[in-house]
């Protein structure tokens, strides 16, 4: 058991730009989160995997933005047209769906800078 | 919907001393998780402590330990012996207790603890 993994760790791109990001969450776990989490603040929810199903997306989830996960294992993030707004961590978390507190494991997280 | 806040945005301890951070939340839910999530510099979240709300006695890990308030609802972590180690940035966190579709995470904005050698 590795822990869950992203890539990259930091991304710069510009303006306008597309970009993709990749979690690799714990083999067994069959559930997974994306957050993002600004400077100063607290993670906050963006969209929830049960195996290969989306369940779950917030509404800081624009139109721009597209999570998924095609084989119940590894899932991409991708924001389409990033905007200066779009400078964040963005962290993946893991879950088992059989253990009772959920307890959610945590990447290194994705530093994206958009100039 | 719930919140999380955490409004000491940092705090300050001397090495081997106590220091106690604090959380507030609110919820309409009778059953949920709480959980203090630790954020070193540079480096990913990890689970310090989380607390049932179910279950009546305080959570206790080792030099981390907790004060759940329930009625109050109130959730503050105590460090003991504080550590150098124990410098990171420290976020409360709500989950609802039914796992499925609405299983993410609350935080708070979380607390820079530093601890002065």
């Known amino acids: 058991d590795t822990g869950v993994s992203q890539d990259p760790r930091h991304k710069i791109t510009k303006r306008g730009q597309n970009v993709t990001f990749r979690c690799d969450p714990i083999?067994?776990?069959?559930?997974l989160y994306w957050y993002r989490q600004t400077l100063g603040q607290g993670p906050e929810f963006l969209t929830y995997?049960?195996?290969?199903?989306?369940?779950?997306k917030s509404r800081l989830l624009s139109d721009r933005f597209s999570a998924e996960r095609p084989k119940g294992s590894f899932s991409t993030l991708e924001i389409q047209r990033t905007e200066q707004g779009d400078s964040a961590m963005y962290l993946c978390a893991s879950s088992s769906g059989t253990e009772r507190s959920g307890e959610q494991y945590f990447g290194p997280g994705t530093r994206l800078t958009v100039t | 919907a719930q919140t999380v806040t955490q409004s000491q945005p940092e705090m300050s301890v001397q090495e081997a001393e106590t220091v106690t951070l604090s959380c507030t939340y609110d919820t309409s839910e009778s059953d949920y998780y709480l959980f203090w999530y630790k954020q070193p510099p540079s480096r990913q979240m990890i689970l310090v402590i989380r607390?049932?709300?179910?279950?009546?006695q305080n959570a206790t890990e080792n030099r981390f330990s907790v004060n759940f308030q329930k009625a109050a609802k109130s959730f503050s972590l105590k460090i003991s012996d504080s550590q150098l180690g124990d410098a990171a940035m420290y976020f409360c966190a709500y989950r609802t207790l039914y796992t499925g579709a609405n299983s993410k995470l609350t935080f708070g904005k979380g607390i820079t603890l530093s601890v002065r050698p």
């Open positions: 607390q049932e709300a179910y279950k009546q």
């Open positions: 083999s067994e776990h069959n559930r």
């Open positions: 995997f049960q195996n290969e199903a989306q369940l779950e």
